[in-house]
T-cell receptor, first 117, second 115 residues
Framework: DSGVTQTPKHLITATGQRVTLRCSPR?????VYWYQQSLDQGLQFLIH???????AKGNILERFSAQQFPDLHSELNLSSLELGDSALYFC????????????????FGAGSRLTVL | GESVGLHLPTLSVQEGDNSIINCAYS??????FIWYKQESGKGPQFIID?????DKRQGQRVTVLLNKTVKHLSLQIAATQPGDSAVYFC??????????????FGQGTTLQVKP
């Protein structure tokens, strides 16, 4: 157990629908990062939140949005779903290592597998 | 554009042999490089990191080598075991203004260990 909790583990839905993925970071971590991993693909950075504030955006579609709440858990909202959105969505957390001198080692959750039919 | 890429998609080794997984990167401004291991059905797991001003770093059964001249990174696994079978990713981490600590990942190399 990495300490990063993601729910649901699996989700099957239809095109055009909306889903919400939830992430609880490791205790003490203020940063939450979301990544998308499609079949046979690497991990694509979507968005980063630090202590409730959005810090960076990657290749995140306009149909996708996220937020981090005061208790530091985060949600990734995916709307108007398309077949191509089927993927593994990972949440990762860190203390906020870019603010310090060491490597910003991200701790990943087990992921949420989204299947759009 | 910036990218961290891997030379080979699949590496097959005999149990007990040493494994070498390679990674090429394009951005010289990276401060750290990190290797992750992803087993089937799980999230990526940290293996080892190396700062950009280092050439080599050793961990338990793993060694990371960094060649900044040719922008090449490698992960060496000694005495490969069946439990090492996984996909291995290298990732780039940059500090400084405008960089919020996100990791840029390569495509991954699948390591298959034959008994």
């Amino acid at each position: 157990d990495s300490g990063v909790t993601q729910t649901p583990k699996h989700l099957i839905t239809a095109t055009g629908q909306r889903v919400t993925l939830r992430c609880s970071p490791r205790s003490g971590d203020l940063s939450v990062y979301w990544y998308q991993q499609s079949l046979d693909q690497g991990l694509q950075f979507l968005i980063h939140y630090y202590n409730g504030e959005e810090r960076a955006k990657g290749n995140i579609l306009e149909r996708f949005s996220a937020q981090q709440f005061p208790d530091l858990h985060s949600e990734l909202n995916l709307s108007s779903l398309e077949l191509g959105d089927s993927a593994l969505y990972f949440c990762a957390s860190s203390v906020g290592g870019w603010r310090f001198s060491g490597a910003n080692v991200l701790t990943f959750g087990a992921g949420s597998r989204l299947t759009v039919l | 554009g910036e990218s961290v890429g891997l030379h080979l998609p699949t590496l097959s080794v005999q149990e007990g042999d040493n494994s070498i997984i390679n990674c090429a990167y394009s951005n010289s401004a990276s401060d750290y490089f990190i290797w992750y291991k992803q087993e089937s059905g799980k999230g990526p797991q940290f293996i080892i990191d190396i700062r950009s001003n280092m050439d080599k770093r050793q961990g338990q059964r793993v060694t990371v080598l960094l060649n900044k001249t040719v922008k090449h990174l490698s992960l060496q696994i000694a005495a490969t075991q069946p439990g090492d079978s996984a996909v291995y990713f290298c990732a780039e981490n940059r500090h400084g203004s405008g960089n919020t600590g996100k990791l840029i990942f390569g495509q991954g190399t699948t390591l298959q260990v034959k008994p």
